[in-house]
């Protein structure tokens, strides 16, 4: 199929006036066939860009450069016509003067290179919760990872109308005058990546950067950037959550969505093996949930993506066994060490490696006896990833495909919060649980910031979604209490709202590994019991100042090991000194921030919040 092929009127046009100003050598319109996936495959390994592993069948290794191997949050902008609607918590540029300088980028930007002509489904094909996209890019390795993240190619056409959202991406190196690659990852210098979202059109350019959220438009842009400015408009949610399914020792089933900031174990808490008897996890999503109301008046949620794209360092046996297993074969790995027999290692995979290792930098070491290494020497890169099928992993739900999506009984939220927030509470409503979801965040340790004078305080990251919402967090909060208040549904039939903590933290007892209070993975499987029960109102509570917690051996804890039995009194307490300086940090540093954009809901919990404490 060549573009003159391309029915849609409107998408053949945009195509054609991208390929005018990016002028590419050629034009591929993919059609998603395993044969266009070996194809692009070996054109990449053919230009010593990816690397087969021996030990993984179908599994390659990519390498970037050093400068592009993150999501890049100073060069991510939200372009509404105004800034107020991008909100404090966005980068804003003008959409004229945004559009001029990328169109400048973009003259010529695709020179010697093919640009891809890339339909995707964002959801399980005709789901009425779905959503359709094109994306053009001039790397193969976008389009091998898309693959693996989208329903992708010939599939889509027949869905994809005149709302498609267009994606536009280049890496932002041309080759002129017969260059190649030669094996270095091809992107721009910081200071030329721009990823662009341009909210009243519903438009994604991306510039400079191949590497995960700023150049697979189809995750972070479309599915949480402008899927929340899309939800918003349309009366739904479009939610930085992983999608659970679990089942309790007689069979009965719920679905929880839950938030949490990156680096807090969200895909190992997607991917559960629970340490109770008879309960199962199953996963449905890791990273992003869509949610509509259904018929009946409850929140139904499908999963966009149709695989993973995790972080590799720290995935073991132990933390993570099924992403281990779903990220054996059909697996892009970026950014991982290679063996010497043609297989990836990374740190805290559980097991050091042998002989010499080839670094994410391409640099050949030794191994180190350990599966650590010193900071900054790490063999692989903190952020390197596996691109994996959700197929292929052992705990995908039956269901994760559902088109109508799963009902949600209980979202939860949760940071890293080494003091004052206890294991788990309960929202005593759904503006109560809007306003647990408004102040999520994670103290910020020695090991996350170089300025020791920040030490302590509460990085906020509402709902997890700072880096992923496309318009003012303000308006958000306002949203999600809209939602609360549709006219199809009641308070009966919306999901139940927990903040949870796993990490909890006494430096001073020996007794507990690392100093949490709690063994987290999967011990948090005693978490989800008490959230099931609570969702089925099962009398295992206590009213507190704070919302509901679990009440005196409500929390299944057999088998628990005896210094997690004995922390357990302390992190199931409710702190009043603690809260009331997060009532203190809120009132002060976090709401004002919103102005008049914040909800007088969220005000006046925060009050009720103080009033309860101070009784
Ligand atoms: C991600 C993130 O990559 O949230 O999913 O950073
Ligand atoms: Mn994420």
């Not at 093919?114 to 489904?121: E, S, W």
């Amino acid at each position: 199929m060549t573009v003159n092929d391309i029915k849609n009127a409107k998408i053949k046009a945009w195509v054609e006036e991208c390929v005018k100003m990016c002028e590419p050598d050629s034009v591929v319109v993919c059609d998603g066939s395993r044969a266009e996936y070996d194809r692009l495959m070996k054109k990449c390994v053919d230009a010593g860009l990816a690397t087969p592993l021996a030990k993984k069948p179908n599994s390659f290794l990519f390498r970037s450069l050093p400068s592009d191997v993150a999501r890049v949050e100073n060069r991510t902008f939200i372009s509404s016509v105004k800034e107020e609607d991008a909100g404090p918590t966005n980068h804003w540029i003008a959409p004229k003067e945004l559009k001029a300088t990328m169109k400048g980028l973009y003259k010529g930007c695709m020179h010697g290179r093919t640009m891809y002509v890339l339909p995707f489904c964002m959801g399980p094909l005709g789901s009425p919760i779905a959503k359709y996209g094109v994306e053009l890019t001039d790397s193969e390795y976008v389009v091998l990872n898309m693959d693996i993240m989208t329903r992708a190619g010939e599939q889509t056409w027949q869905y994809l109308g005149d709302d498609f959202i267009p994606c536009l991406h280049s890496v932002g190196k041309p080759l002129n005058n017969g260059e190649k690659d030669n094996g270095i990852w091809p992107c721009a210098d910081v200071d030329h990546k721009y990823i662009s979202h341009f909210p009243e059109e519903h438009l994604i350019w991306s510039y400079g950067s191949g590497y995960g959220g700023n150049a697979l438009l189809g995750k972070k842009c479309f599915a949480l950037r402008i899927a929340t400015v899309l939800a918003r408009e349309e009366g739904w949610l479009a939610e930085h959550m992983l999608i659970l399914k679990l089942t309790n020792p007689k069979g009965e089933v719920k679905y929880i969505t839950g938030a949490f900031p990156s680096a807090c174990g969200k895909t190992n808490l997607a991917m559960l093996i629970p340490t109770i008897p008879g309960w199962k996890v199953e996963t449905v999503g890791d990273d992003i949930a869509w949610m509509k109301f259904g018929k009946d008046g409850r929140l139904y949620a499908i999963n966009p993506e149709a695989g993973f794209f995790g972080v590799a360092p720290g995935t073991s046996e132990e933390s993570n066994k099924n992403a281990l297993v779903a990220a054996s074969k059909n697996t892009i790995f970026t950014n991982c060490a290679l063996t010497e027999d043609g297989d990836v290692w990374w740190e805290g995979i559980g097991y050091p490696a042998k002989g010499k290792l080839v670094d994410w930098k391409g640099n050949v070491r030794e191994a180190l006896p350990k599966d650590k290494s010193p900071k900054g020497e790490e063999f692989a890169h903190p952020n390197a990833r596996f691109t994996a099928p959700a197929k292929q992993c052992p705990c995908i739900a039956s269901d994760w495909e559902s088109p109508e999506g799963v009902p949600i009984s209980a979202i939860l939220f949760g940071g890293r919060r080494p003091s004052t927030i206890p294991l788990v509470h309960q929202a005593r409503s759904w503006a109560h649980g809007v306003f647990l979801g408004s102040i999520v965040g994670s103290e910020i340790t020695a090991a996350s910031t170089i300025n020791a004078a920040d030490v302590g305080k509460i990085r906020r990251d509402p709902f997890a979604i700072i880096p992923f919402c496309g318009y003012n967090m303000g308006d958000y909060f306002q949203h999600w209490i809209d939602v609360g208040n549709n006219p199809s549904t009641n308070a009966d039939k919306l999901p139940k709202i927990f903040y949870v903590n796993w990490f909890r933290k006494d430096d001073d007892n020996a007794d507990l590994p690392g100093g949490f209070m709690w063994p987290g993975y999967g011990e948090n499987s005693r978490v989800l019991a008490w959230v099931f029960d609570r969702c089925d109102g099962k009398d295992n509570f206590i009213d507190t100042p704070i919302g509901y917690m679990p009440k005196e051996g409500a929390l299944n804890t057999d088998g628990l090991s005896d210094c997690y039995k004995k922390a357990l009194p302390e992190i199931l307490k409710v702190d009043r000194e603690g809260w009331l300086k997060e009532v203190k940090d809120i009132r002060e540093n976090h709401y004002p921030k919103f102005g008049k954009h914040l909800p007088k809901e969220l005000s006046a919990c925060l009050d009720d919040l103080e009033t309860r404490l101070s009784k």
